[in-house]
DNA sequence: TATTGTTATACTCTATAACTATA
DNA sequence: TATAGTTATAGAGTATAACAATA
């Protein structure tokens, strides 16, 4: 299957690596849009918790740190700091007092808002450089991937 | 080009943002990867520098840096404890003094070696499941990625 | 002057465990 | 007993700037 060389380590080049390839291509990814978000103030994990409890609505903090890619104790931290600035708030929920459900507010919308377009030109720029069918094949496989592995 | 909806922040789905699609993704591929390591007790970054280290032959630092995807002065620190430990030696260029040349030692090709099954049985399970076609596309895109970014 | 790598520093995230309160 | 989230803590990475040595 795998062929064995002299080199004692058998392993794949680390461009076929996937962890690695994954991380490779965020980095890459993520460097034009670092430089949106060194303007904003903003850091890479509240810009992910800001994403994701505007799309999902009022949700538990345990969806939001799974689908931030978050622990929960540092999303506590981060929570703590993000509705003292007003861009969330969080409240217990009604049926189950343990949970305390988050939503976005105003003013959380508006800075997604005030960064939307720089984000989608962003995006744009990099889909037209590496051609729209490969980025939505790339998408699909990643989406694949998180099915597959549930 | 782009439709704008009543919600006022217009973005993609979050499983369509390619960063965030690539970071959970890696997350997942990443937890039977993560036991595994757990166990030799090294650490993920020191994993990743390891495999560039033992691909790429004697280099200097800002390669395997890049590489492995570490700042330069993360990796300073980690290789201070890596050549400590003998899994990698350091010694100064020969017609370039500022620089300094990695190489890794038979104790890292051997760390590397004990753990090379494992991690190949974790690759091989992932690549049943998701489809030996879907895996190459995606690294083939990955890939293809980075050399339109650069 | 520019580059390679180190050091220093402040901040943040990770990972784990122990804890509180609800269920 | 189990679960949701918090707190505490140790370790590590990030990001930046200032620095030393060399080119």
Redesign the interface.
């Known amino acids: 299957m795998?062929e064995t060389n002299v080199?004692?380590?058998?392993?794949?080049?680390?461009?076929?690596?996937?962890?690695?390839?994954?991380?490779?291509?965020?980095?890459?990814?993520?460097q034009p849009?670092r430089e949106m978000l060194a303007k904003t103030g903003i850091s890479e994990q509240k810009w992910?918790v800001l994403?994701?409890a505007?799309?999902a609505g009022p949700v538990e903090q345990s969806v939001i740190a799974a689908?931030a890619?978050l622990l929960l104790p540092s999303l506590t931290r981060i929570l703590r700091s993000m509705t003292a600035e007003g861009l969330l708030e969080k409240h217990a929920d009604a049926f189950d007092k343990r949970k305390s459900i988050v939503t976005i507010t105003p003013k959380g919308?508006?800075l997604?808002?005030e960064h939307?377009d720089e984000?989608?030109a962003i995006?744009q720029q990099?889909r037209d450089?590496?051609?729209a069918d490969?980025?939505d094949?790339?998408?699909d496989?990643?989406?694949?991937?998180?099915k597959?592995?549930t």
Do not use: H, K
């Open positions: 795998r080199a004692p380590a058998a392993f794949r080049d680390t461009d076929r690596s996937l962890p690695i390839a994954l991380l490779r291509a965020r980095e890459t990814v993520m849009i992910r994403r994701v505007e799309e689908r890619c919308r508006a997604l808002s939307a984000a989608n995006y990099m450089r590496f051609g490969e980025m094949q790339l998408l496989l990643l989406e694949r991937l998180q597959t592995s």
